[in-house]
């Protein structure tokens, strides 16, 4: 029989799940305020793998595509040990908030530190408890800021693991992304760990486009690391991109979209068009290289320097 896994101090044995709650401290009103975990630890020998949602409090998608993920799954069946963590920014979701309540941002808060601020206190518990036992991990995420994302995997496609994990994945794209300092893929991917950031939806929504999109994508990397038999069918190849920029609008007024998410779209062609509240155009804004429509805002309102259309430039 496969050994406990143990964590915090709660035992959980082979083929079976366990919520536990790891103690960040304590609410200003005096309740104790804890970090909820679920620990699938399956029956068979495997890799451990982590999920996490919610790093920015305000974004949903992926709650929700951990709900779905830990709903199909049998630890009695499963092949080494799933730990789900929903909702990491527990201090943002329960605000709607993005940030912390002193404003950081936990995604550019790690590894953290036991004595630093809140969110590097957040950030240390996650990278101790979950993080460092963990061979691969996906943390999912959203568009900010009234952006919608397509279904899309961001890592470090140079290294040939984190391809393959974002070609098993399945997303309509895998853009190439540095990792950047302070986020959780950088802290784990130093830890040693094949990461990769899943993007789709907009903040404070559920999509279901994106939700589909993850949640098939997260147990088609479980089956390519031979945790679990079966998953959803692939939709066909991942498009690669190495390169994506925003087109912002040039003038300020209210923008009417041209193009949709996934688009393909020529050099020059149409995104959108700018006009005043008579109806008179007072602007267009055109792809300046050939890619896929990737994000888009979803607010018809822009200022001049506004980011409007995030366009990936395809390398196959
Ligand atoms: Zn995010």
Redesign the pocket.
Same mark, same amino acid.
């Given at each position: 029989m496969r050994q406990r896994f143990e964590m915090a101090g709660v035992s959980v044995p082979a083929g079976r799940r366990t919520t536990l709650e790891l103690p960040i401290g304590r609410l200003m009103s005096g309740g104790p305020m804890a970090l909820p975990v679920l620990v699938l630890h399956g029956r068979n020998d495997g890799p451990t793998m982590w999920l996490s949602a919610a790093? &920015?409090g305000d974004?949903l998608c992926g709650v929700e595509i951990i709900r779905r993920v830990i709903g199909s799954l049998d630890p009695r069946t499963l092949s080494g040990t799933l730990i789900a963590v929903p909702v990491l920014n527990v201090y943002g979701f329960n605000t709607g908030d993005r940030n912390l309540p002193d404003r950081r941002d936990l995604?550019r808060s790690f590894p953290g530190s036991p004595r630093g601020s809140l969110a590097a206190r957040i950030a240390h518990l996650m990278m101790t408890e979950v993080v460092n036992r963990c061979s691969l991990g996906i943390d999912l &995420?959203?568009g900010?800021d009234h952006r919608a994302n397509l279904p899309q995997i961001r890592g470090d496609l140079e290294d040939r693991e984190t391809l393959e994990m974002a070609e098993r994945f399945g997303a309509p794209l895998s853009l190439n992304a540095r990792t950047r300092d302070g986020s959780l893929r950088a802290a784990a991917t130093r830890s040693g760990a094949t990461v990769l950031l899943f993007e789709g939806g907009e903040a404070d929504r559920f999509d279901e486009a994106a939700i589909d999109a993850g949640t098939a994508g997260v147990l088609r990397v479980m089956q390519g690391a031979s945790m679990i038999s079966s998953a959803p069918e692939g939709p066909g190849r991942t498009r690669l991109s190495w390169s994506s920029g925003w087109v912002r609008a040039g003038r300020s007024g209210i923008a009417h979209m041209e193009v949709g998410l996934g688009d393909i779209v020529d050099k020059r062609q149409v995104l959108a068009t700018v006009h005043d509240p008579f109806g008179k155009r007072v602007g267009t804004l055109r792809a300046r290289v050939p890619g896929m429509v990737i994000g888009l805002t979803q607010r018809p309102l822009v200022n001049r320097g506004d980011a409007v259309a995030h366009i990936a430039e395809l390398s196959d």
């Open positions: 790093v &920015h974004e995604n &995420h959203t900010s």
